[in-house]
């Protein structure tokens, strides 16, 4: 026994998208041939003028000294630009907008400033892990509302029914609500009446929403992911994140930002001023070029996406497991068939592994309305997604499947 106490990371679970990784680790290490649609990790290079960019801000020993933890005003200008041009949102880089250290730094450090030991906070389940436990890290409480109905299908106005009658339920009353829409895990997409809805619920009651819009540039067949900014007063209560990690495939790059309320964002800054003093200067600089510059390579990679998500789907269509299309987000969320199910998410995705070579995220891991689900990540290229569906099919007629229903 440790003598030692740790009383943040106890109230932490086990991580268990470890435990895949672990066995994919040891697979590889024995020279198996793992096709890993896991962790949602861009495999597509970061387009080259943004790395050519970053080459030569980084020989200028100017850059090499700190930053500013707001982030430099050029890059918070660019993405009150890219607001206006995406949604016709106008943001004053000055006082709505601040640069993090990707989306996930931002959210743990936005839960710090507003959440105090036994504040609640709102979060659908299945969730993006950073979601519901920035909150426990900083002491609060979680309140989960059930995302999907029995069925597996998003139902927003099943949602918001559960959201409200979460609210009314809880003592005390919650102070933040977490959303997530193009959704990771499960895809699920809004339109803006949604967001419309949630900003008068949260104006009536002082409710805080904070919306994670990472996906706002990956989606298909037409669909166009709304901001909450979008909505008429939703700086009032709102603020959004959203990162360069996916839309320019700069996940290792780390840039992310949150914009909205003036009043959070000023808080947020506080509290990062005694943290960190922003990112690396060429980084910021780079990502500038990302935000301004040329934008093919963003509907390049969009159609790339797109093409993986039809491989994927139609190819596990064929040998039986039903699964359909997502409109957004670089996954696919698939239920399990029926007959794997009592096995659990993280049994199951490490049947996959050892039996199909394929590793995919268990939806335990996104918390307990997950287990049902697998999430399969387009990190591979097309013709390694076949070799996965490929050992999908093997390892279901180990089995004795052949032409499963779910």
Not at 62 to 77: A, F, P
Not at 111 to 131: Q, S
Not at 306 to 311: H, I, L
Request: glycine share 6%.
């Amino acid at each position: 026994m440790s003598k030692f106490q740790f009383a943040r990371i106890d109230r932490l679970p086990p991580y268990v998208f470890a435990v895949v990784n672990d066995l994919k680790m040891k697979l590889r290490r024995a020279g198996e041939d793992i096709v890993d649609l896991g962790m949602g990790n861009p495999d597509l290079p970061t387009p080259k003028h943004i790395v050519d960019k970053l080459c030569e801000a980084a020989q200028n020993p100017k850059n090499h000294r700190y930053s500013q933890t707001k982030g430099l005003y050029k890059l918070r200008e660019a993405l009150a630009l890219w607001y206006q041009r995406k949604y016709g949102v106008e943001l004053d880089p000055e006082s709505e907008v601040i640069t993090t250290i990707g989306s996930k730094e931002g959210l743990a450090h936005l839960a710090l400033t507003l959440i105090n030991p036994g504040d609640v906070a709102l979060v659908p389940t299945p969730a993006y892990p950073i979601h519901p436990y920035s909150i426990i890290i900083a002491g609060g409480d979680v309140r989960s509302i059930p995302l999907l109905t029995d069925e597996g299908t998003f139902d927003s106005e099943v949602f918001l029914e559960s959201l409200i009658k979460a609210y009314k339920e809880s003592w005390p009353r919650p102070k933040v609500l977490i959303l997530n829409f193009p959704h990771n895990p499960t895809t699920a997409t809004v339109e803006l009446p949604f967001f419309e809805k949630i900003v008068d619920f949260a104006k009536e009651n002082n409710l805080i929403v904070i919306q994670d819009i990472a996906y706002a540039e990956i989606s298909f067949d037409g669909y166009v992911p709304p901001s909450i900014l979008q909505v008429k007063g939703a700086k009032e209560i709102a603020v959004e994140f959203y990162s360069l990690s996916k839309t320019y495939s700069m996940a290792g790059w780390r840039v992310g930002f949150a914009a909205g309320n003036k009043e959070i964002i000023h808080a947020l800054y506080r509290m990062k001023s005694y943290l960190d003093y922003g990112m690396f200067q060429p980084i910021q600089i780079a990502a500038i070029i990302a935000l301004k510059s040329d934008q093919s390579c963003v509907e390049e990679y969009r159609k790339i996406y797109e093409r993986r998500r039809d491989v994927l789907v139609e190819g596990l269509n064929r040998i039986g497991w039903k699964v359909e299309k997502p409109k957004a987000t670089m996954f696919v969320w698939a239920k399990i068939p029926e007959k794997f199910q009592s096995m659990g998410s993280l049994e199951f995705a490490k049947m996959l592994l050892l039996d199909g070579k394929v590793a995919v995220s268990p939806g335990i891991g996104f918390g307990e309305y997950g287990d049902k689900y697998v999430r399969f990540a387009l990190v591979e290229n097309e013709l390694r997604i076949k070799q996965a569906v490929r050992g999908i099919k093997r390892a279901f007629e180990k089995y004795g499947l052949r032409n499963i229903n779910v």
